[in-house]
């Protein structure tokens, strides 16, 4: 089939949200396609700020260089080169519209891509914070290359920092949660890369050309939270969610272990839109013990509410922190975890303070936040189109969406 009868057959699919493919470049970059409206995508390149289009991109080393792939299914795709060419779409094209998937919307992401070198993120939203345990913009991301897996990794984040801060083993400062296809594809070959989130089913599927293959693999820092006694599933996962939001996430307090205390996470959702905290526990026995927390909002060094807010902490109760002040971009979230002992309140942990951030770029060939973003980090990897849909497509939609034979290593 011909690769515009393969974008045709996209553009007819029900849900479509936006797809990007590389064949119309204009003076602005490329606009996507889809109920999200024109949603541009720039050249970007790691210590630039400035977005380029194809025509104003003023890089032509070796590393950086504009390449073109004409023998993809989509007939024109772009390389990008770790952080030195990368795309990007910045967040004030999507912010609160339906590229911005967070909560529990469904979705499903596909890539179709070829590996040169290198593998990292394909395509998403994800911020990594410097690697920092309480900072980062994750949301939802196509991956390759992580965890000692050659295959498909689909990458969700409710916390958009670590997804496990209370642990203290090597990897516990990085994002944890992913659906891992295990079957291994090779470079210099054409695949469909996907993922999905189905809510209803509080699942995270990731699909190699279309198939999604059942996995087993325990996450070791997963491991050192919950003590599991049977290997966990990887494919599909077990994801409650929410999908992290700048304005709505999951706060995890730290300083506490279930084999001491019992407890596996202390969670406060934090919703700054309703002004809403939530307190949730998962615990793995009755907890007689009892917890209260102490929540706060500042804004250059000095609080925006009344008070500090202090409350019991009491799984599944809501509190609100209503204040005539709106809790805006670099305001800072300072909250603290207490429990009774002997009478006294002690505090468990250190203290989070999370900075209230924008949101992340939607970026392909490249996550943000890396380390101190370092050029050198990112993938290397030729990428034909992308296209993202708000419902999840079943594995018949997306092998007949894949457009390319399967490429599977044999080792």
């Known amino acids: 089939m011909s690769s515009s009868a393969n974008k045709q057959k996209l553009l007819q699919t029900d849900g479509l949200v936006a797809f990007w493919d590389f064949s119309r470049a204009v003076d602005e970059g490329w606009f996507s396609q889809g109920s999200a409206?024109?949603?541009?995508?720039?050249?970007?390149?790691?210590?630039?700020?400035?977005?380029?289009?194809?025509?104003?991109?003023?890089?032509h080393d070796l590393e950086s260089e504009i390449k073109f792939d004409e023998s993809g299914p989509l007939g024109k795709a772009i390389r990008f080169n770790r952080g030195y060419i990368y795309g990007e779409v910045p967040r004030k094209y999507?912010?609160?519209?339906?590229?911005?998937?967070?909560?529990?919307?469904?979705?499903?992401?596909?890539?179709?891509?070829?590996?040169?070198?290198?593998?990292?993120?394909?395509?998403?939203?994800?911020?990594?914070?410097?690697?920092?345990?309480?900072?980062?913009?994750?949301?939802?991301?196509?991956?390759?290359?992580?965890?000692?897996?050659?295959?498909?990794?689909?990458?969700?984040?409710?916390?958009?920092?670590?997804?496990?801060?209370?642990?203290?083993?090597?990897?516990s400062q990085y994002a944890r949660i992913r659906a891992i296809d295990p079957m291994p594809f090779l470079d210099n070959e054409w695949i469909a890369m996907a993922m999905s989130y189905d809510p209803n089913e509080q699942l995270v599927r990731a699909y190699l050309n279309g198939k999604a293959t059942e996995y087993r693999l325990t996450d070791p820092v997963a491991q050192d939270v919950f003590n599991y006694q049977e290997i966990q599933k990887a494919n599909p996962l077990d994801f409650p969610g929410p999908i992290y939001s700048p304005r709505a996430m999951i706060?995890?307090?730290?300083?506490?272990?279930?084999?001491?205390?019992?407890?596996?996470?202390?969670?406060?959702?934090?919703?700054?839109?309703?002004?809403?905290l939530n307190y949730r526990r998962h615990d793995v026995g009755n907890i007689q013990d009892s917890f209260r927390i102490i929540f706060d909002v500042h804004r250059m060094g000095v609080t925006i509410l009344p008070a500090p807010l202090t409350f019991i902490a009491v799984p599944g109760h809501s509190v609100s922190f209503g204040t005539v002040a709106t809790v805006q971009a670099s305001d800072i979230l300072i909250v603290s975890l207490h429990k009774l002992q002997?009478?006294?309140?002690?505090?468990?942990?250190?203290?989070?303070n999370r900075t209230v951030q924008e949101g992340a770029p939607f970026t392909m060939g490249r996550a943000l936040g890396l380390a101190s973003e370092e050029i050198e980090h990112g993938s290397q990897l030729y990428i034909d189109g992308v296209a993202i849909f708000d419902r999840v497509l079943s594995e018949e939609e997306l092998m007949t969406l894949s457009f390319v034979q399967e490429s599977i290593s044999s080792e």
């Open 251 to 276: 706060l995890k307090f730290n300083g506490y272990n279930i084999e001491d205390d019992f407890v596996c996470e202390h969670q406060l959702y934090v919703d700054l839109d309703k002004q809403l």
């Open 94 to 171: 999507f912010d609160r519209m339906p590229l911005d998937i967070h909560g529990h919307q469904p979705f499903t992401m596909i890539a179709w891509v070829k590996f040169f070198g290198h593998r990292h993120l394909v395509a998403g939203i994800w911020d990594e914070g410097g690697w920092s345990k309480y900072a980062g913009r994750r949301q939802y991301a196509l991956f390759a290359g992580l965890f000692n897996q050659d295959g498909v990794i689909g990458h969700i984040s409710t916390t958009g920092a670590a997804s496990y801060p209370q642990s203290e083993i090597a990897g």
């Open 342 to 352: 002997s009478g006294q309140w002690t505090q468990v942990g250190s203290t989070i």
């Open 37 to 59: 409206g024109s949603c541009p995508l720039y050249l970007k390149r790691i210590g630039d700020t400035t977005t380029y289009s194809a025509f104003s991109w003023p890089y």
